[in-house]
């Protein structure tokens, strides 16, 4: 196997995607503005076959930022270490740019819930979820970015603002942080509080990727907004404008475009990536 | 009022349990239908996740049904590992059990074919055996220790099982037979593919996989199936790839 050590020691400031299998041959033939890919960590964690041929020859074109979904950093308990393991063991061939996780919980017991739980910001679960960093970066043997959830509730309990609690855990831990502007868009309607004070009290110097990507509308039982976090549908304009809002004051950073659900035919997530691009790169 | 990671967990996949106090809205009232969007996320994306992994069953028992048992999988069954690609083990056991599905005895076998098509697309990767190998004296052959290829499955039914899988993936084949089949899964390159296995193939396979030498395995298939037949059974195996190289070096 190629050694690609070195390749990208770190992501583009630059378009990426999310990348859905179906887009192998056309990303391989017409990237358009795409320089990254990032992938979803459990998937890529069986013995052999098709995913990890794509991942393989992907790699040796893309730079790739894994970016995981089970770790259950937010958790009460520790993260599972055969988890852990398991992504060792895949960060340690493919050698990608980035590895990210996010502020949630997924695993409770011997159960894996297959979403992303939110949790309280509290003294004690700030001083936990640090410490499961320290545990996944020493386990990894790299620096890792922690991204905002979108949130359709709070708890009563929180002491926190979300942005503090990141900006606290990032000093605590040294870690970066992913900030998903689709989730800021998203818990800002849904919990009543404006996007760009959000974004303007985030510590953007410690931001090494962000997000953007579509969500459903829906209402809560009093009739007001309720944004679901769906990956299923192209950004929305006010979601791009928090981005170019987002990026004025941090300059560039690789943005990713997220697809998911009903996923579509690859012209119409390259434009998405064009879309991004553009912002990144405004016409003189 | 704080709320544990138990409670939160208790009402995800139980929609009659009550919504945890302590969550809120923006206004501090009760969460109400914003906890369900968690409820609904956990459940549709198990669901999602076992209609992509049992295309075979959700077929024969249409959307419907295969919605309705997913739900009460997924909340006897929810998942214990983060790889969900494996998610769904007990599918078969779990079938086998419903009695209003009793009229349809081989759903549990066709669920294992699901499963065994999904674990051969993932196994790993390997170097199958080049015919040319086995090129021997024949006394050597008799002792010699052939290994399934890593992706190699093999399921033995006392149903149609290969004919039910053919005759709900294939436009116009044939209708099932009333015959027990046994069925090889294969992965030539990256597709898994079900094969129909002669009689005494699959004793004769599973003995190898045990590590029983050429010889030994043969006399196991006899024992199992009295008309054995050994050379096909063999170009069976070699046609589609279902044997390892018997080089130690296997570096791809």
């Given at each position: 196997m190629l050694d690609t050590s070195g390749r990208y020691d770190h992501l583009p400031d630059a378009p990426g995607v999310g990348y859905k299998p179906q887009h192998f041959t056309d990303l391989m033939r017409d990237p358009g503005p795409v320089a990254w890919l990032e992938i979803h960590a459990e998937n890529y964690m069986g013995d052999g076959g098709r995913p990890l041929a794509q991942l393989r020859a992907l790699s040796e074109i893309f730079a790739i930022s894994v970016h995981g979904v089970g770790l259950s950093i937010g958790g009460e308990a520790r993260p599972d270490p055969d988890h852990l393991a398991r992504l060792r063991h895949l960060t340690g061939w493919l050698k990608p740019s980035s590895f990210s996780e996010h502020l949630a919980w997924s695993t409770h017991g011997a159960e894996f819930m297959n979403d992303l739980l939110p949790l309280p910001y509290t003294g004690a679960t700030l001083t936990r979820v640090a410490a499961h960093i320290d545990e996944v970066q020493s386990a990894l043997g790299c620096r890792m970015l922690l991204e905002n959830p979108s949130s359709y509730l709070a708890f009563a309990e929180s002491t926190w603002s979300e942005t503090d609690f990141l900006k606290e855990l990032a000093k605590r831990t040294g870690c970066g942080l992913l900030l998903d502007i689709n989730n800021v868009f998203i818990s800002a309607t849904n919990l009543g509080y404006s996007p760009r004070e959000y974004i303007d009290a985030f510590p953007l110097d410690a931001v090494g990727e962000m997000h953007v990507g579509g969500h459903d509308e829906d209402k809560d039982d009093d009739g007001g907004p309720l944004l679901i976090d769906s990956h299923a549908k192209p950004v929305v304009d006010p979601v791009w404008a928090l981005l170019r809002h987002t990026l004025a004051a941090s300059g560039p950073k690789p943005v990713l475009v997220e697809w998911d659900n009903d996923v579509p035919d690859w012209p119409v997530l390259r434009d998405e990536a064009r879309r991004a691009s553009d912002i990144l790169q405004p016409a003189e | 009022?704080?709320?544990?990671?138990?409670?939160?967990?208790?009402?995800?996949?139980?929609?009659?349990?009550?919504?945890?106090?302590?969550?809120?809205?923006?206004?501090?009232?009760?969460?109400?239908?914003?906890?369900?969007?968690?409820?609904?996320?956990?459940?549709?994306?198990?669901?999602?996740?076992?209609?992509?992994?049992?295309?075979?069953?959700?077929?024969?028992?249409?959307?419907?049904?295969?919605?309705?048992?997913?739900?009460?999988?997924?909340?006897?069954?929810?998942?214990?590992?983060?790889?969900?690609?494996?998610?769904?083990?007990?599918?078969?056991?779990?079938?086998?059990?419903?009695?209003?599905?009793?009229?349809?005895?081989?759903?549990?076998?066709?669920?294992?074919?699901?499963?065994?098509?999904?674990?051969?697309?993932?196994?790993?990767?390997?170097?199958?055996?080049?015919?040319?190998?086995?090129?021997?004296?024949?006394?050597?052959?008799?002792?010699?220790?052939?290994?399934?290829?890593?992706?190699?499955r093999v399921l033995r039914s006392s149903w149609p099982l290969f004919d039910l899988w053919r005759y709900n993936t294939e436009a116009g084949a044939p209708k099932p037979r009333a015959v027990a089949q046994d069925v090889l899964i294969t992965r030539p390159e990256f597709d898994p593919v079900p094969v129909l296995l002669p009689a005494g193939a699959a004793a004769w396979l599973d003995a190898l996989a045990r590590g029983m030498t050429l010889g030994e395995a043969n006399d196991a298939a006899l024992r199992d199936t009295a008309d054995f037949d050994l050379s096909a059974a063999l170009s069976t195996a070699l046609q589609t790839k279902s044997l390892s190289t018997l080089k130690k070096d296997k570096t791809l």
């Open positions: - | 009022m704080t709320v544990t990671e138990a409670q939160f967990r208790e009402a995800l996949l139980d929609p009659d349990a009550p919504v945890p106090a302590g969550l809120v809205s923006a206004t501090g009232a009760p969460a109400g239908a914003r906890y369900s969007v968690y409820r609904n996320n956990v459940t549709v994306s198990l669901c999602q996740a076992l209609a992509t992994a049992f295309p075979l069953v959700a077929k024969l028992l249409g959307p419907e049904n295969f919605a309705g048992l997913s739900k009460l999988y997924v909340r006897q069954h929810p998942p214990t590992s983060q790889l969900m690609m494996f998610y769904g083990t007990e599918f078969p056991e779990f079938l086998g059990g419903i009695a209003s599905l009793a009229h349809l005895g081989y759903l549990p076998d066709c669920a294992r074919l699901d499963l065994a098509l999904r674990q051969s697309y993932h196994a790993a990767d390997g170097v199958a055996l080049d015919p040319a190998e086995l090129q021997m004296d024949p006394a050597l052959l008799a002792g010699l220790r052939l290994a399934p290829a890593p992706a190699t």
